[in-house]
């Protein structure tokens, strides 16, 4: 599976995480809000319109008592 982590710029407000939920993860057409991310497998960036993007394909496992997104 290929995913998108962009910076949450919108973080802190109505429905998009707190302060601390830094990163969005996009899988597809679903976006998770997390506080941290680890890559365990090559990433690149993309150009996405006028956002930029890190990429990396794998498979995702979330630790949610922490919120990282952890991608193997």
């Known amino acids: 599976m290929k995913y998108r982590i962009r910076f949450n ?21 679903k976006e998770y809000l997390v506080k941290h991310v680890k890559i365990n497998v090559p990433s690149y ?10 990429c990396c394909e794998g498979t ?3 630790d949610r ?3 990282t997104a952890i991608i193997e």
Request: glycine fraction near 14%; charge should be negative.
């Open 9 to 29: 710029k919108s973080r802190g407000q109505p429905g998009r995480g707190t302060l601390d939920h830094v990163w969005r993860l996009f899988e597809g057409d």
């Open 45 to 54: 960036s993309e150009r996405e319109g006028e956002d930029w993007n890190m």
């Open 60 to 62: 995702l496992r979330l």
């Open 65 to 67: 008592e922490t919120s």
